[in-house]
């Protein structure tokens, strides 16, 4: 179907809010690549909280594919993201945006509903080459200034990104911000329940259960329903949250990774 004389993809389509992916393509020093990035409009904007950027106030949250190829090629993001923006014809503003090395075509989608809530994660993940285990391992990057670097031989190189997990989660429930905290909590631990379903191994250490990879984003969008202020594992949310990200995660995985059960 077209969406503002761009030809896209359905996704999904619920109340207030519609999912589509917009494909187009990317350009590095000449070399051009087709990708795909996931778009969730809506009708109002709507308060989000993304590990990227924080609190936010957005028409529009997204996930995009960085092509294989480009993977080690990205060195100035910001520059990348305009680029991205430009192509979807989205204003930075406007939307609260991640990025991944996974295929688009492998997003994992799962809602769990009860009584009058809903929500419904949004997750692409790949986790060959940089899980981790986290409390047992030591980092290979490290930050200056806002920017990323790898640390080789005793080096600052720049930072290259490959796999990760990226979960956009989206309720109707009117979170508080203490709520839309707490969730990325619940998140985390329902992620970390399917790489340990799945038996994925960190990547340096294979010996070791890894717990996630080293460059996981989430973004929390909340709704305009009744009023939540918690959404930890004891209540009805909070295993709403957590079933529907660990059923995507664990899809998701298993797509991007060709993982066999």
Do not use: C
Not at 70 to 81: I, M, Q, R
Not at 205 to 217: F, I, M, S
Request: proline content about 2%.
């Amino acid at each position: 179907m077209l969406k503002n004389g761009k030809v896209v993809e359905d996704v999904l389509k619920m109340d207030d809010w519609f999912a589509y992916k917009i494909p187009h393509t990317v350009e590095i020093d000449g070399e051009v690549e087709n990708t795909k990035t996931l778009v969730i409009e809506f009708e109002k904007r709507r308060r989000v909280l993304s590990t990227r950027e924080g609190f936010k106030e957005v028409k529009y949250v997204g996930n995009h594919s960085i092509p294989v190829p480009f993977w080690d090629k990205v060195h100035n993001y910001k520059d990348y993201e305009k680029q991205v923006l430009e192509k979807i014809g989205i204003k930075k503003e406007d939307i609260a945006l991640l990025s991944t090395g996974a295929d688009m075509d492998n997003l994992a989608v799962a809602k769990e509903e009860f009584d009058e809530f809903y929500v419904v994660a949004f997750t692409t993940a790949g986790a060959k080459y940089n899980a981790v285990r986290l409390g047992d391992e030591e980092a290979d990057y490290i930050e200056k200034d806002l920017k990323t670097y790898k640390i080789v031989d005793g080096k600052l190189v720049p930072k290259e990104e490959v796999g990760t997990v990226n979960i956009i989660l989206i309720t109707n429930a009117d979170l508080t911000d203490g709520a839309m905290a707490r969730a990325i909590i619940t998140i985390t631990e329902a992620k970390t329940n399917a790489f340990q379903e799945l038996d994925i191994r960190s990547t340096k250490h294979p010996e070791l259960q890894a717990t996630g990879t080293g460059t996981d984003n989430i973004i929390v969008v909340k709704g305009f329903g009744k009023k939540v202020s918690y959404t930890g594992g004891h209540t009805k949310i909070g295993e709403m949250i957590a079933k529907a990200v660990k059923r995507s995660v664990i899809e998701a995985l298993i797509k991007q990774d060709e993982l066999e059960l």
